[in-house]
């Protein structure tokens, strides 16, 4: 082969090994890591204790660094202490069509299930995340997804395979950093088994790894971490693993914090969204949520929560607001990642928004 052919190949294929490479580092920003910690009540939320009607021996704080730390210097919705409503989007007061509303920004109506059939299908809506890729022409790998529910990979993408998305007991190897989460496949492989297929949930530590790691090797412009183990402890009336869940959370948090804090101009540039998918019940029903709970309790179970911290968010605490739902939040994303809001959406989350 002639010597000039060979300069031009090896040209070419830098060439493009640059533009692979410049795809993994790109910190332009803005960036947003959005957490949802499923069926977590605002009651235990901003009491930050344990109801003492549900643990008799235990009264310490359930998540003392975000208060003290992360609240003051966001914006919280849906303090009840200040006779503030925020609320799910949908008319059923369970998980998958909350997730659908935050994704695709539209009040869910005809979806009335978590499972898969045909009135609650994958996303139809092009979501929030999918426009960072198909408008801003962010990489695919700078968009991603971490969930311990197998269903949440249908909420956040119309088309699959449009992000990067590891859901439920899938194990997941990052073709840019190979044996970067071998470790943690392995750990699930222990604890689950080598072909958990029929699994749809994985224990919450193995979803924060994941992300965790994601996030240091990859900066992404979007990051979403779903957590689940709140909502099955509630769910089998395991209040004490629900105060430790919480706990656990609040633990998280902080190391992301600190892990952003050591990331320089992108640490710098990244904002963090917090909420939950509903409620739950009053009295004996504390332990289920959605239509076939008593009047009061379901109508308890559509209240919810937001938090919102990052260079781009006041240092307000707790706020008076409009009454908002889950379909505020993708327009509030939108806007904290430089995404015009487009005609069907719901108005942003204002209070939180410094422009």
Request: glycine content about 8%; hydrophobic content about 35%.
């Amino acid at each position: 082969m002639p010597l000039k052919q060979i300069v031009f190949l090896f040209a070419v294929g830098f060439f493009y090994l640059g533009l692979s490479y410049a795809e993994i580092v790109d910190t332009s920003g803005p960036n947003v890591i959005y957490i949802t910690i499923d069926g977590v009540r605002y009651e235990d939320f901003f009491s930050n204790r344990p109801d003492p009607r549900l643990s008799k021996n235990d009264s310490a704080q359930l998540m003392p660094y975000f208060w003290s730390e992360l609240a003051p210097k966001g914006v919280l919705f849906g303090d009840v202490r200040l006779n503030q409503r925020m609320e799910i989007s949908n008319t059923t007061g369970i998980s998958y069509p909350a997730y659908l509303s935050m994704f695709n920004g539209l009040f869910t109506k005809t979806c009335e299930s978590n499972d898969y059939v045909s009135s609650c299908p994958r996303n139809t809506v092009e979501t929030f995340p999918e426009r960072l890729v198909n408008e801003k022409s962010i990489a695919k790998r700078s968009v991603a997804v971490f969930s311990s529910w197998k269903r949440i990979e249908d909420a956040v993408e119309s088309v699959q395979g449009k992000i990067t998305v590891n859901a439920g007991a899938v194990e997941f190897v990052d073709p840019f950093f190979p044996d970067a989460h071998s470790e943690v496949n392995q750990n699930q492989r222990d604890r689950l088994g080598s072909n958990p297929s029929d699994i749809s949930e994985r224990p919450d530590d193995i979803t924060f790894k994941h992300g965790l790691i994601y996030l240091k090797n990859h900066q992404p412009r979007f990051m979403y971490l779903y957590f689940t183990d709140s909502d099955t402890h509630a769910h089998q009336g395991r209040y004490d693993l629900v105060v430790k869940d919480l706990r656990t959370y609040d633990k998280w948090l902080k190391i992301i914090i600190d892990m952003l804090g050591k990331m320089g101009t992108y640490g710098e540039q990244t904002s963090i969204v917090l909420t939950t998918d509903h409620g739950r019940g009053i009295g004996a029903e504390w332990i289920h949520h959605g239509r076939g709970l008593q009047a009061a309790s379901f109508e308890n179970s559509k209240r919810v929560w937001g938090f919102v911290y990052g260079p781009n968010t006041p240092a307000l605490g707790s706020v008076i607001h409009p009454l908002y739902g889950h379909i505020n939040l993708r327009p509030t994303m939108e806007k904290l990642l430089g995404l015009e809001l487009l005609p069907f959406e719901a108005p942003p989350m204002k209070e939180c928004l410094l422009f």
